[in-house]
T-cell receptor, first 111, second 114 residues
Framework: EDQVTQSPEALRLQEGESSSLNCSYTVSGLRGLFWYRQDPGKGPEFLFTLYSAGEEKEKERLKATLTKKESFLHITAPKPEDSATYLCAVQGKESQGNLIFGKGTKLSVKP | NAGVTQTPKFQVLKTGQSMTLQCAQDMNHNSMYWYRQDPGMGLRLIYYSASEGTTDKGEVPNGYNVSRLNKREFSLRLESAAPSQTSVYFC?????????????FGEGSRLTVL
C-alpha cells in the first residue's frame, strides 16, 4: 500500500531562519512526487513535481529534493508570507493515476 | 483564468438531507477528482473520473455518488447526509500525458451536517 508520512506536523520559525520539511514515502514504483502549498480556507496550490532520485527543483526561497525514500522541502531565509501548510503527495505505478497525500506540515514564520 | 470552480462554497445540512456539489473546469482536462479533507486525516480521494463517461471509486466512496456530466463538469452527490460527512470537499482536475501532471484544485466546499 502506498503511504506518505510528513514531518514535523508543525514548524515555527523566525523570519530568516532556514529549515527543511520531510516527506517519507513507500510506493510501488514512483511515477511522481508532488509538493503543494495550502493557505487557510483555500485549495492546495501546486509547487513542484519530482520524478526521479537526485532531482531538484527551486522556486524563490523553496527547494525540493528527492531520494529513493524521501523528499525534502528546504526553505531558505523564510518570510512571514511563506506561512502555510505544505502537502506532499505521490503517484505510484499501481495507483491508476491517483495521488496519495500526506497530512501536511503547518509552517509558521514569525517576523 | 477560472481554473476549477466549485459551488456552493458553504452548506449546512440536516442529517438525512441530500445535496449535490458542483465542479467545473475550463482547462480541457480529461481527469477529474473529488477529495475530502478532515483535520488530522489529510486529503482522501472519494471518486475520480479518468475521462468523460467513466467514474471509479477512491479510498472513501461510501455515502457518495458522482456524475461526469461532460468533459468540464463532475458532480458529487450525498443522498442521505450523515454527520460523519462534515468536511471540506475539494474538486481537482489534471492534464494527462506521459509524465504525471499536477492536480489543479478548486477553492473547496465546506459542508456541515447537523
Amino acid at each position: 500500500e502506498d503511504q506518505v508520512t510528513q514531518s514535523p506536523e508543525a514548524l515555527r520559525l523566525q523570519e530568516g531562519e532556514s529549515s527543511s520539511l520531510n516527506c517519507s514515502y513507500t510506493v510501488s514504483g514512483l511515477r511522481g512526487l508532488f509538493w503543494y502549498r495550502q493557505d487557510p480556507g483555500k485549495g492546495p496550490e501546486f509547487l513542484f513535481t519530482l520524478y526521479s532520485a537526485g532531482e531538484e527543483k527551486e522556486k524563490e526561497r523553496l527547494k525540493a529534493t528527492l531520494t529513493k525514500k524521501e523528499s525534502f522541502l528546504h526553505i531558505t531565509a523564510p518570510k512571514p508570507e511563506d506561512s502555510a501548510t505544505y502537502l506532499c503527495a505521490v503517484q505510484g505505478k499501481e495507483s491508476q493515476g491517483n495521488l496519495i497525500f500526506g497530512k501536511g506540515t503547518k509552517l509558521s514564520v514569525k517576523p | 483564468n477560472a481554473g476549477v470552480t466549485q459551488t456552493p462554497k458553504f452548506q449546512v445540512l440536516k442529517t438525512g438531507q441530500s445535496m449535490t456539489l458542483q465542479c467545473a473546469q475550463d482547462m480541457n482536462h480529461n481527469s477529474m477528482y473529488w477529495y475530502r479533507q478532515d483535520p488530522g486525516m489529510g486529503l482522501r480521494l472519494i471518486y475520480y473520473s479518468a475521462s468523460e463517461g467513466t467514474t471509479d471509486k477512491g479510498e472513501v466512496p461510501n455515502g457518495y455518488n458522482v456524475s461526469r456530466l461532460n468533459k468540464r463538469e463532475f458532480s458529487l452527490r450525498l443522498e442521505s447526509a450523515a454527520p460523519s460527512q462534515t468536511s471540506v470537499y475539494f474538486c481537482a482536475s489534471r492534464r494527462d500525458g506521459v509524465f504525471p501532471g499536477e492536480l489543479f484544485f478548486g477553492e473547496g466546499s465546506r459542508l456541515t451536517v447537523l
